[in-house]
């Protein structure tokens, strides 16, 4: 299983996100052995390290760690390949310059049959690698340049659309970030138990959301913290990262946030 993280916030934080002891997610405890990507967004552009080798023994990844970068958005993945062999090419979150911003895509679940989609087609000879995650993501960009809109609840509606096609596929949890807006759509996922992996199912993303209130409190979970927030907030993760505060995101949710902010939501 993969397994997606991202932050939407008010200010810059430095999360600290440890890849090494999130390893344990995802290179020990469970099966995630092929590669691990996170991305810190910085105005225009971002901070982005990738690696197709297991975070939970890897130099690079404790770099990470110890290198803190404040950022306003954020988008992690920790990968088990289904589609694709491990490579730096196949490794989230995925990435092109749009419009002179960078943006990000990163995606857990399966899309079989997304190469006879009937629009993928044109856009298999630009995957860098041979994912159908990054086949989706470059089918989205393609959907959002033909809307030709920078409002964020019309991108939200194509980004929702989308979903739903994929959805129809197989799993399709999507994090998307755009250089402004941080996209978000829920869907179903497999989780491990003693007995192996399940069938798909709900949730597929929660969310744990902090507000003015929480201001000066300090986060801290297996994995993952931050040392004080500062103000509005959005924390999105495949599983619970702590005891306390998530919400699961029922299937079809797709939210558009800003800078700890959401600003529209729907259900498809």
């Known amino acids: 299983m993969c397994e997606l993280f991202a932050m939407s916030a008010s200010v810059p934080h430095a999360v600290r996100y440890e890849l090494d002891l999130f390893a344990a997610e995802g290179g020990e405890r469970h099966r995630n052995r092929d590669g691990w990507g996170i991305l810190f967004a910085q105005d225009r552009d971002a901070y982005l390290f990738r690696e197709p080798d297991p975070a939970a023994t890897s130099e690079l990844a404790r770099m990470v760690v110890r290198e803190e970068r404040p950022c306003k958005h954020l988008i992690a993945h920790v990968r088990r390949a289904s589609s694709g062999e491990p490579a730096l090419a196949n490794t989230h979150p995925f990435d092109r310059v749009v419009h002179g911003k960078r943006n990000a895509f990163a995606h857990n679940g399966d899309l079989p049959g997304i190469e006879n989609h009937e629009d993928a087609r044109a856009f298999i000879p630009h995957r860098i690698g041979e994912t159908d995650s990054e086949l989706a993501f470059l089918m989205l960009l393609d959907r959002l340049h033909r809307e030709e809109s920078a409002d964020a609840t019309v991108r939200l509606g194509v980004f ?72 509005p907030l959005h924390l999105f993760a495949s599983v619970p990262l702590d005891p306390d505060g998530w919400e699961p995101l029922p299937r079809g949710t797709a939210i558009v946030v800003k800078d700890g902010k959401i600003v529209s939501q729907s259900m498809s």
């Open 160 to 231: 929702a659309r989308f979903a739903t096609e994929m959805r129809e596929l197989g799993s399709a949890n999507f994090l998307f970030f755009d250089g402004d807006y941080l996209f978000v759509h829920a869907d179903r996922r497999r989780f491990e138990t003693e007995d192996g992996l399940t069938e798909p199912r709900e949730p597929g993303l929660n969310i744990r959301s902090f507000e003015k209130s929480h201001r000066g409190d300090r986060w801290t979970a297996r994995g993952a913290s931050i040392e004080e927030i500062s103000g």
